[in-house]
């Protein structure tokens, strides 16, 4: 009887050291104030400066890119779905005010293929970049039989810290306040499953779709963190699954209500494409996308002006006084204006 092996078995410690080394100066390239250099401990290391907060309280996120990833594994790009990673975690703990410190990722595979991954730890270390995030450390699983070959997923890791008196939490939202929008830089990691239904392989491979399609998540801690240096920000919401209907109804205290005007900002192309292959009526694109709209932020009518300066000027990102804090029964409403 041949001897058995864990290689045979179908995992292959070496290649995975092997990669483990070639993406080590990637992981130093995201160095920050408190980053320890310990790459290949058993756990990652990070010393905050906790002296500029009066209160620190530490606020940490996961998430995952979704189906996504299956357009991106059938396109054999996946530079961009590592941005999509980071993303998805740092723009929910910005919601909470929070500043991101440090960044974790899980990558499992039925095989490891060493140039896929690489090219997703490309994408994780650029999201890290944007974020100010350091990357500390994370986890590579070879799983034979519980993922096909040429599959993997990805889920990530962030932890933040945001001063107790200073956490956003839409408390403070009162009626008269304004509704900003933040572009999205298309579907962003949500929906996806309703995508891949619509539109054929063949399009989502190929031509002016297969770039929309796979257009990372669009990073907004700076911009966010500048607005919040700036302005009274009362809330912020992270425009995900659920679309406008589940998220922003989070940050409304009861007796007030979002008025959205859905006419009030340009809506990209892709999704008209969606909606009108798809036979997709207005209510369910709306519960599904972010329609253009990646992040909203609640904020003082007087302060509206300044924010979409700052927002264009030194973020290069478009905005749109899209709805208004009503009082009346806890909700969400898009009307036709």
Known sequence: MKKLTYRKAGVDINKANRLIDRIKPLVASTKREGWVGNIGAFAGFFKPNMAKYKKPLLIASTDGVGTKLMIAQAADKHDTVGIDLVAMCVNDLISCGAEP????????????????????????????KLSNSALIG????????????GVYDMAGFSLGVVDKDKIIDGSKIKAGDVVLGIQSSGLHSNGYSMVRKVFSKKEL????????????????????LDLIKNFKIKGIANITGGGFYDNIIRILPKGVAAVIFKKSWEIPSIFQKIQKK?????????????MGIGMVVVMSPKEIWKAKNILKKRHNLASWRIGEIVSGRHRVELIDL
């Open 101 to 128: 410190l440090f960044f974790l990722d899980y990558f499992a595979s039925g095989k490891l293929k060493p140039h896929v991954m690489y090219e997703a730890m490309k994408g994780i270390v650029k999201g890290c």
């Open 278 to 290: 798809g036979n997709v009526d207005d209510p369910e694109m709306l519960k599904t996308f972010n």
């Open 205 to 224: 491979l190929k031509g002016s779709i297969a770039k929309d399609v796979l257009e990372p998540t669009i990073i907004y801690v700076k911009p966010i």
């Open 138 to 149: 994370g986890e590579t699983a070879e799983l034979p039989g519980m993922y096909a070959d």
